[in-house]
């Protein structure tokens, strides 16, 4: 069975920097398109970032000019740089992505906490 699994997630400062990352767990389906999503108790799933297939992005207006999403088609992934954290980035991320075989996943999240 195909799987996402996202990674590195953690606790940081205001101001700090975290890296998170998506991954298929069995890598036989290309990722055509990735994206990013986060979710805070009680409210709506917010959309973050995407990257197509040609590598043009989007992002939510919330995180333009901090938040930068990245692939690597070599290694099959998909990449959120976070810069300039704040709290209220606090939330789980979870990655989404439309793979080769033409089925979207949704990897399990990965809680961020940005906190003095």
């Known amino acids: 069975q195909v799987q996402l699994v996202e990674s590195g997630g953690g606790l940081v400062q205001p101001g700090g920097s975290l890296s998170l990352s998506c991954a298929a767990s069995?890598?036989?389906?290309?990722?055509?398109?990735g994206n990013w999503y986060r979710q805070i108790p009680g409210k709506e799933r917010e959309f973050v970032a995407g990257?197509?297939?040609?590598?043009?992005?989007v992002y939510a207006d919330s995180v333009k000019g901090r938040f930068t999403i990245s692939r690597d088609n070599v290694k099959n992934t998909v990449h959120l740089q976070m810069n300039s954290l704040k709290p209220e980035d606090t939330a789980v991320y979870y990655c989404?992505?439309?793979?080769?075989?033409?089925?979207?996943?949704w990897g399990q999240g990965t809680q961020v906490t940005v906190s003095s």
């Open positions: 069995r890598n036989i389906f290309r990722i055509v398109t």
């Open positions: 990257i197509s297939s040609g590598g043009t992005t």
């Open positions: 989404n992505a439309y793979l080769s075989m033409g089925v979207a996943y």
